[in-house]
Structures are given as C-alpha cells and as structure tokens.
C-alpha cells in the first residue's frame, strides 16, 4: 500500500486526527505536510484526551514515524512544549523527523500578523494570530528562515537581518511598534537547534525509502479543502495547501506514489474565522449543534460556525481532492432531531447553482436550497455496522454519499475510536 492523503473536507476540524487513528497501527508513517500550530486534533484513547497542534496524530500511535514535511511552518517554542507535554503523559516522542527544509515562525511573525489583523478591522481574516500568514508570505518572498538555517549561525544572523530589514520599517512606521532587534531573533531560534538537530532530516528521501520498502505512509493535511489558499474561499483561507495536491509539495512525495485520497467530512459543517458559509445558522438550531458537538476551537477556543451538511461543498471537496473515500464523522450528534436539512444546491440571485460558483462574490451571496430529510432518536453511539444504525441514519449517510459521489466508507458516531461505523477497510 503506497502513500495516503487524508484531508478535511470543508473549514477543517473534521475530526481528521480521529481517522488517522482509525488507520492505527497499519500506518508506519504520518507526515504532516501543511499549516503549522493553526491546526487543532483532538485525539480520544480510553479515558485520555489529547489536544495536538503542530505534531502530526501519528505521534500517538507506537511505532509509527511521525515526521514534519518541508510544507510545514514550525514554531519551535510551540514544538517542544507539545513535545515536552505528550512526555509528560508518557508518549514516546522520539521518533519524531522534521523535515530540514520546513520554514520556521520566528517570533516577529506572530507580531505581524496579529497587527495586521487589527489593521484590517472589518476586512480580517479572523486569523488564529500564530504567524502562519506572514510565515508563509516569507517563504514566497524568499526570506523565509527554515530548520536548517539554525544549524550555520552565521547565515541564519544574515537571513534574519534580511528579513527584518522590510519588516522593521513595517513594523515601526505602518504599525507604530517597535523595530525587532536581530540578535533577540537569532538567539531565540538558536536556543532550540542543539535540541532539534537530531531530529532534522531529508524527510522527501525518507519517505522514498519507507515507500521502496512498501512502508504505508500517510499524509495529513492541516486544515481543509475550503481553507487552501488557492481552492478555498480566498481570501478567508489559510496560507497554505490543504487540498490532496499540497501532500506532494509539502512532502517531496510524487504524485504517482499516491494510491488513495481520505477526506473527512462531518455529517454538518462548522467554519472558525470570518468568511462566507451558506448554510450557517444563526439560531438555536446553530447554538445546539454548537454545545451537542462540543464545537469550540482547538487551537483558540473560539466558538465555531455551524449549520447544516452541505454536499455542494462536499461534492466539491471530492473532485478537487479526487477523494477516494470519505470518513463522515459526528453522526450522533444530530441524533435527537426530528428533520435534518442537506443543502443540495445554492440560490444566487435567483439563479441555481449545482456547483460552487465561479467566483467568491456569488458565492458570498449564494443561499441554500435544502432538502429535508426525517430524523432518529436511538442512541446510535455502539453501532459498527450500517445495519446497526436506525433506518433513519442510514438513509442520511446514503443519501449523502449519493450527493457527494463519492464512497463513504466509515463514520464516526461518538468521539471514541472504537465508536465507528466500517463500511469497508480504508487500507484496501
Ligand atoms: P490562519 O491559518 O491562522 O492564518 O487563519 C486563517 C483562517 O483559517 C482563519 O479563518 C482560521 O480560523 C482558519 N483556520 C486555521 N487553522 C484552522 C483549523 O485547524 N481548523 C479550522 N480553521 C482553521
């Protein structure tokens, strides 16, 4: 079995890191290849709960690889604090790789991009303020500093000095702070290189060889497909590749070694940050999906967006992503509602659309057009099989896999892995 790419489906927190962990102990590898500590899986094994950040889900699993991909923006404090919090909890870290080519969020990042956020004001992103952006902005523009960069001193002082040359005068004569002093900078990424070093390598060439040896390798997306920055809903997106395509940039991977893409979708649709969202709710109905989902960020621990499935974006999600498969996750928490609504299409100015529309400013306005389906009250948390789910349940999960045209081949319907639904073996 080749490579894998697992992404998200709509605006991310699919419970994608519950799906790697469904893949379990088959995977001898997990690379993440976009995004950076923006993203936020929450991981349940037995009675413990782990909030992952910027680790790949793989770290939880004895004897997988985790390894950091080339496309990854590291903040090293954040790194090894996750780090030093999973030992604590006595997870086995140690077989962590970071890609030596991975860009670094040096401190003044962070500053940029919660001033600039400000400096928007109404036009924000609703950024998670961790320096992504402006991380990502400098790898572009060619003054990115990366993991190997800490291990020559003297360039890294360079690079820095380069980088701040621009921001400085950002900084102090647009933003009205105070300019950032290079050796603060330099000393504050080098505190962490003797640390890092062993873990650093080609991460491309490994994964060759893992792939030669036919090692299963899995590649996960930070984010999701509706927050790439190029098929998103720009410009409230992320600042990186979250979409299948992103997993051979962000990896080294070629797109021949890749055999499956997973995409994982919850049975509603929740959004963080700013942005257009059809089938948002406003109303009690939002607020139960809300507190019955528990859906409050990772990462920042705002409240999320929420509404009803949306198999437009779903369906859309599936041809750009070319998804073989998807994991449709949260089911029971619609359990207990009398009617569940799909938008199976968008009104946009009297016009229908069976499509995302072409640009942004259609769809911004585009509104749902639903299709009412009948709801279940048994407690659907111990199925495994379809059988196993009311008649009801089962009927939304096929209907939306014939609205989405492509297999659903598991779903979650409680935060546990073993509370899953398996309609076939993700590693077919
Ligand atoms: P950034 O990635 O911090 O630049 O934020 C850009 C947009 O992506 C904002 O709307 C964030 O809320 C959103 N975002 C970033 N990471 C995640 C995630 O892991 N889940 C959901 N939304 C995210």
Not at 16 to 31: F, I, M, P
Not at 149 to 155: K, T
Not at 157 to 181: E, F, H, M, S
Request: hydrophobic share 40%; net charge negative; aromatic share 6%.
């Amino acid at each position: 079995m080749p490579a894998i790419v697992l992404v998200g489906a709509q605006w991310g927190d699919e419970g994608k890191g519950k799906a790697t962990d469904l893949l379990g102990s088959r995977v001898d590898a997990v690379v993440k290849f976009n995004g950076g500590n923006n993203a936020g899986h929450t991981i349940v094994i037995g009675d413990e709960k782990y909030a992952l950040h910027l680790l790949p889900s793989g770290i939880l699993t004895p004897g997988c690889v985790p390894i950091i991909g080339n496309g990854v923006v590291i903040d090293l404090g954040v790194l090894f604090e996750e780090i030093d919090g999973l030992r604590a909890r006595g997870v086995d870290t140690s077989s962590l790789v970071v890609s030596a080519s991975a860009h670094l969020i040096p401190s003044y990042n962070r500053t940029l991009d919660k001033v600039t956020e400000r400096f928007l004001g109404s036009r924000r992103i609703g950024t998670t303020g961790r320096g992504i952006g402006p991380a990502y902005a400098d790898k572009m523009a060619r003054v990115g500093i990366r993991v190997q960069d800490l291990f020559d001193e003297e360039g890294l002082r360079a690079k820095v000095a380069g980088a701040l040359t621009l921001k400085n005068q950002v900084l102090v004569k647009i933003y009205n702070r105070r300019a950032v002093d290079v050796d603060e900078v330099v000393d504050e990424l080098l505190a962490h290189a003797d640390r890092l070093r062993p873990m650093v390598a080609d991460t491309s060439l490994l994964l060759e060889r893992m792939l030669d040896e036919g090692r299963t390798v899995v590649l996960e997306a930070g984010q999701a497909t509706l927050l790439d920055v190029d098929h998103g809903t720009y410009p409230f997106v992320t600042s990186s590749n979250a979409t299948a395509g992103g997993a051979c940039t962000g990896s080294g991977i070629p797109p021949t070694r890749i055999s499956a893409v997973i995409a994982i979708a919850k049975a509603y649709t929740t959004r963080v940050g700013e942005g257009p969202f059809p089938t948002e709710l406003l109303d009690e109905q939002g607020e139960r999906l809300r507190s019955v989902g528990a859906e409050y960020g990772t990462t920042t621990g705002r409240p999320r967006r929420c509404g009803w499935f949306d198999a437009v974006i779903a369906r859309y999600a599936a041809r750009v992503n070319g998804v073989t498969d998807f994991v449709l996750t949260k089911l029971d928490v619609l359990t207990g509602l009398d009617e569940i609504p799909v938008c199976v299409a968008y009104d946009v100015d009297g016009v229908r659309h069976d499509e995302i529309p072409m640009t942004q400013r259609e769809f911004a306005r585009a509104t749902p057009i639903y299709e009412t389906f009948p709801g279940w009250d048994e407690d659907i948390s111990s199925a495994t099989t379809l059988n196993d789910l009311p008649k009801n349940a089962r009927q939304y999960v096929e209907t939306l896999e014939e609205m989405i045209k492509a297999p659903i081949s598991a779903v979650g319907v409680g935060p546990e892995r073993e509370a899953t639904v398996t309609v076939r073996d993700l590693l077919r």
